[in-house]
């Protein structure tokens, strides 16, 4: 059982401290989903290097970055077209860190299989103070994965050595390139056209969204001349920036956008004219042939996007966990009518349904990072993340820009203003619910998972054995009740679903997407409180299921007006402080 917290109130700001040391609910997870010993101790070394390197040393330096963004000097002064983006100092001190840190290359400086929940605790570590730096670096592991799979042998093992390098001066970054002008989201609308020239290929084209975009290998998509319309005669690329020699590879950064956050990483936009490039795995001969036959030319493209949604809910929970930590010092420390403001009651319950909410999205990203742990077997794995990451990335980023408002409003007046550190944050949030696909169409996506691949029975049965294992304490029974009726009446539902008009079956997948995300969520956290209960006889975690379960999930009369629930009036202590309860103080 961890120790209480100090009281918050002690900190003068989360910068300068040790995050990790602050997240009890981070480490009790990495025990739930690393239960060999060897793996959770090379994650608590790993991840709470983090702790330290992000809060002291890495939180600060963004701050300077968010105030001097990246400029594009495109000519120089003769006139020629160079292409050079300048950073500001602290921009690139931050990532020289991380990548002598292993951000993108910790297998290689470990020498060993790094589990994916260590990947995920560090990104969201990460994200807590630059989602933008998450942004470059998580492209480059994205990258680099796809490279790996899919290069040709004769280039594979160079760039894959560049993108993992654990050196500043050598290492590569990675970026991808798929939204153009006339739509992201369609993409089969892009018009980039791949030409063969022998086993390589030229692209052509313009690329609207290109973050990084100073990055050195980009994953892009283009159609290999003759190939049909749509998404699937589109293909994969692997497309370096600057030829052998180091001249530009018939790229040109055209301009950087005028972005609201995300400050630090370059978005720009891009014109391919002859850029030369690989074909990410097939037959490169009949490059044309196989997108139109078996469109799977996109879904090299797809496992790097899926990577990177999931990528993007953790910058939502980063965000949304920096936000509470802020917001719990400032009111501990803020005082109005002669007392702190963590005292009033609704300023209480802001904070404990910050941390809350923060909990449940902890419970659902995790899971997927863990999938193989929770799942039968591998093949039902495989669906859960299939359908969890859409649902992860649609509900944590949504959520962190009411966490990042919500926190903002806790600092008054002082929290709109740049000296603080929450404007910040709630600028970056709201690139999260757009980029690597806007909240409509991931809710598109869970349908396609539940019509294509009937990834929900993979979903209920992890429900089904979270509810199960959340086992038969008392405190429990009423929340467990909820949701288990929920989930019965949720997939009824997906039944009928299937057979409505279209045009109505449409108009409800968001709604769909939220329940399921709801109905997930609550059973992971009963999950978990069962698991503390058994093992500990701590309540704490129960509280907070049953906050969230009473919250999201139940019927509330009169939202919940006459409900007498106490909980964060008389537990705000430990729930804050993640200090042990116990189950006779949690109303039955
Ligand atoms: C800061 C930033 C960085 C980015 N970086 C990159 C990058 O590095 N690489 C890259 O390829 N892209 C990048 N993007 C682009 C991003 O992925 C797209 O903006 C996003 O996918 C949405 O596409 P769009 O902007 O064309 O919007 P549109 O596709 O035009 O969508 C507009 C609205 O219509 C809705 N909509 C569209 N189709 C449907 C439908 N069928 N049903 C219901 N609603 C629908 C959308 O949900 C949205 O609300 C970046 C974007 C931002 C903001």
């Not at 570590?125 to 994205?142: D, K, N, P």
Request: net charge negative; hydrophobic share 45%.
């Amino acid at each position: 059982m961890h120790c209480m917290l100090p009281d918050y109130a002690e900190h003068d700001q989360a910068i300068g401290l040790d995050w990790y040391a602050l997240d009890p609910n981070l480490s009790s997870l990495l025990d739930r989903h690393l239960p060999d010993p060897i793996d959770r101790k090379f994650a608590e070394e790993h991840v709470a290097e983090y702790g330290q390197l992000v809060g002291k040393v890495l939180a600060s330096r963004a701050e300077v970055t968010d105030a001097h963004g990246p400029v594009l000097n495109r000519y120089d002064r003769w006139g020629y077209e160079i292409g050079e983006v300048v950073h500001h100092p602290t921009w690139t001190a931050n990532k020289a860190d991380l990548i002598r840190t292993g951000f993108v290359g910790l297998e290689r400086l470990a020498g060993r299989p790094v589990p994916a929940v260590v990947t995920a605790a560090r990104a969201y570590l990460l994200s807590q103070c630059e989602t933008a730096a998450y942004c470059a670096l998580g492209m480059t592991a994205g990258a680099a994965d796809i490279v790996e799979r899919y290069a040709p042998p004769e280039v594979r093992d160079l760039l894959v050595s560049r993108l993992t390098s654990l050196d500043p001066a050598e290492a590569w970054e990675g970026g991808m390139f798929l939204t153009e002008r006339q739509g992201g989201s369609d993409v089969g609308a892009n018009t980039t056209t791949a030409v063969a020239d022998g086993d390589e290929w030229l692209l052509f084209g313009d690329k609207h969204f290109c973050s990084n975009v100073d990055a050195d290998v980009f994953i892009v998509l283009a159609r290999p001349q003759g190939a049909p319309g749509g998404t699937r005669g589109l293909a994969t690329f692997i497309v370096p920036s600057r030829r052998p020699d180091g001249s530009p590879n018939g790229f040109t950064i055209k301009r950087l956008k005028p972005k609201l956050g995300t400050v630090g990483v370059p978005t720009g936009e891009v014109s391919l004219d002859g850029a030369r490039g690989w074909l990410a795995g097939g037959d490169p001969a009949r490059a044309s042939q196989q997108a139109a036959r078996d469109g799977r030319g996109i879904n090299r493209m797809m496992e790097m996007v899926n990577g990177s949604r999931f990528g993007v809910a953790l910058m939502g929970l980063g965000i949304h966990r920096r936000c509470f930590l802020e917001a719990a010092i400032y009111a501990g420390r803020r005082t109005q009518w002669g007392q702190r403001i963590d005292h009033y009651p609704l300023v209480r319950e802001t904070l404990v349904d910050l941390l809350v909410d923060l909990e449940a999205g902890m419970s659902v990203a995790f899971e997927c990072a863990g999938a193989l742990r929770g799942a039968a077997d591998p093949d039902e794995a495989r669906l859960l993340r299939r359908i969890l990451i859409p649902l992860a990335k649609m509900r944590c980023t949504r959520v962190a820009l009411w966490a990042a408002s919500s926190a903002l409003e806790v600092f008054g007046g002082n929290g709109y203003m740049h000296d603080w550190p929450i404007a910040r944050q709630l600028r970056d949030a709201q690139c999260h619910t757009i980029w690597e696909g806007t909240e409509n169409i991931l809710a598109l996506d869970v349908r396609r998972a539940i019509r294509a691949e009937s990834a929900h029975l993979a979903l209920g049965a992890r429900v089904d054995r979270a509810l199960e294992a959340a086992g038969a304490h008392r405190v429990l029974a009423g929340a467990k009740d909820v949701v288990a009726n929920l989930r019965r009446d949720a997939w009824q539902a997906i039944s009928m679903l299937a057979q409505a008009a279209e045009d109505l079956a449409l108009v409800k997948a968001r709604t769909l997407a939220e329940v399921l995300a709801d109905i997930t969520e609550a059973a992971l956290l009963l999950e978990e409180a069962g698991g503390c209960l058994a093992a500990e006889g701590d309540a704490r975690k129960a509280a907070v299921a049953r906050r969230f379960v009473a919250r999201k999930l139940a019927d509330r009369p009169l939202r919940g007006l006459l409900d007498p629930d106490r909980t964060v009036l008389d537990l705000f202590e430990p729930i804050l402080r993640y200090g042990p309860v116990e189950p006779g103080t949690v109303a039955a």
